[in-house]
């Protein structure tokens, strides 16, 4: 089953993105509040997809599109 991590610092963006991506397709969510979070998340589960919100703290978006 594919792997959807989304990324944003806000929490109610994340989870209405999670529930939307959830209803849409048959895939396993995966979340983070932020690049740094995204990147542990990406090396320990390997998602197929990231949806990264551009302004967070600690790593932006562009940072982490930049890093993976």
């Known amino acids: ?3 959807v991590l989304i990324v944003d610092d ?3 963006d994340r989870v209405r993105v999670s529930g939307i991506a ?5 895939c396993t969510i995966l979340e ?3 690049g740094k979070t995204a990147m542990e998340q ?3 589960h ?3 997809l990231v949806l990264t919100d551009l302004h967070m703290p600690e ?3 562009l940072e982490l599109v930049a890093a993976v």
């Open 1 to 3: 089953m594919p792997k």
């Open 32 to 34: 983070a509040d932020n």
């Open 22 to 26: 959830s209803r849409w397709l048959d």
């Open 10 to 12: 806000a929490l109610t």
């Open 59 to 61: 790593m932006d978006g």
């Open 42 to 44: 990406i090396t320990a």
């Open 46 to 48: 390997l998602p197929d």
